[in-house]
């Protein structure tokens, strides 16, 4: 069974860091490229960004709105994905969730339950 | 950007009616070189994640009951409940993976008229 659990999750003072963790099982993690994917509350979705695999560089990509603040790795011996987010906002409190990509750019076939970031002073 | 906008924003339909929601991308998400189009749509529930119903437009996930059918190509695309059930109230978003930045509708939701 394909499981995503994120972790991390809590209350930070604007300007502050924050590192989310995804641990993955009951899948071939290396094969896939992961997503983060964000939801403030009663809003919409929000996609943060994804790192492709090993096959493809690992490369990231990001949403504009956390480009240079945000940055996404993976450990692909722990099966593991990861969120380091630097300088937050408060428009950046929201539930962050990980995701599956099904293919290599392919749609988002499983979701962590997600965990809430809440940006306050 | 490819925007995605949703209609309606929400809908409320009796149970064992239709329901239809609408999806428009900015630009086309067909990809001319495999003819698929990368457009998603998903069912999130109240403290729930989202949960995939249908990828490639039309595509219905393992495990979605088949009420749930997709449609449409190149800008235009419809997600239908055929005959709407109790436990399908819900937000529906639809999803665009033909690019990045990947793009979501703003939703839409569904209520028991």
């Known amino acids: 069974e394909v499981q995503l659990v994120e972790s991390g999750g809590g209350l930070v003072q604007p300007g502050g860091s924050l590192r989310l963790s995804c641990a993955a099982s009951?899948?071939?993690?290396?094969?896939?490229?992961m997503d983060w994917v964000r939801q403030a509350p009663g809003k919409g979705l929000e996609w943060v960004g994804r790192?492709?695999?090993?096959?493809?560089?690992?490369?990231?990509e990001y949403a504009a709105s956390v480009k240079g603040r945000f940055s996404i790795s993976r450990d692909d011996l722990k099966k593991s994905l990861y969120l380091r987010m630097n300088s937050l906002r408060t428009e950046d409190t929201a539930v962050y969730y990980c995701?599956?990509?099904?293919?290599?750019?392919?749609?988002?076939?499983?979701w962590g339950q997600g965990t809430l970031v809440t940006v306050s002073s | 950007d490819i925007v995605m906008t949703q209609s309606p924003d929400s809908l409320a339909v009796s149970l064992g009616e239709r329901a239809t929601i609408n999806c428009k991308s900015s630009?086309?998400?067909?990809?001319?070189?495999?003819?698929?189009?990368?457009l998603a749509w998903y069912q999130q529930k109240p403290g729930q994640p989202p949960k995939l119903l249908t990828h490639?437009?039309?595509t219905r996930e393992s495990g979605v009951p088949d009420r749930f059918s997709g449609s449409g190509s190149g800008t235009d695309f419809t997600l239908t409940i055929s005959s709407l059930q109790a436990e399908d109230v819900a937000v529906y978003y639809c999803?665009?993976?033909?690019?990045?930045?990947?793009?979501f509708g703003q939703g839409t939701k569904v209520e028991i008229k």
């Open positions: 995701a599956r990509d099904l293919g290599r750019g392919g749609s988002l076939d499983y």
């Open positions: 009951g899948f071939t993690f290396s094969d896939h490229y």
């Open positions: 790192i492709r695999d090993k096959a493809n560089s690992y490369i990231t």
């Open positions: 630009q086309s998400v067909l990809y001319s070189s495999n003819n698929k189009n990368y």
């Open positions: 490639w437009a039309s």
């Open positions: 999803h665009q993976y033909y690019s990045t930045p990947r793009t």
